[in-house]
């Protein structure tokens, strides 16, 4: 079982930067893909990021790639998403993510195995 607690959501001006961070609970961190996953209001939940249990593996949506990095720190049991020069469109709630079974197939929010309770991101001027 894994617990995650997703933070740093706020509102953030466009071309500005945020920084989310994932805590997760439990001494197995390491054993977990671990994705990003956003929504937006009356959108599908749709897939951000996604980092390999070792970190040497990352993909990145086409939305957000060049802008947003997704990386982990084992030590702390925690995945990080900077988001870097953000848009409106990037507003809405993200999630993070653990996912057992390796690598495969981490675009789809059904392969994940357990979830966070998400953070509100809001881009406006």
């Known amino acids: 079982q894994v617990q995650l607690v997703e933070s740093g959501g706020g509102l953030g001006q466009p071309g500005g930067s945020l920084r989310l961070s994932c805590a997760a609970s439990?001494?197995?961190?390491?054993?977990?893909?671990m994705g990003w996953f956003r929504q937006a209001p009356g959108k599908e939940r749709e897939f951000v990021a996604a980092i390999s249990r070792s970190g040497a593996g990352t993909d990145y949506a086409d939305s957000v790639k060049g802008r947003f990095t997704i990386s982990r720190d084992n030590t702390k049991n925690t995945v990080y998403l900077q988001m870097n020069s953000l848009k409106p469109e990037d507003t809405a709630v993200y999630y993070c993510?653990?996912?057992?079974?390796?690598?495969?197939?981490?675009?789809?929010?059904?392969?994940?195995?357990?979830w966070g309770q998400g953070t509100q991101v809001t881009v406006s001027s």
């Open positions: 993510a653990a996912k057992n079974a390796g690598y495969a197939n981490v675009w789809y929010r059904t392969a994940y195995d357990y």
């Open positions: 439990g001494r197995t961190f390491s054993s977990y893909a």
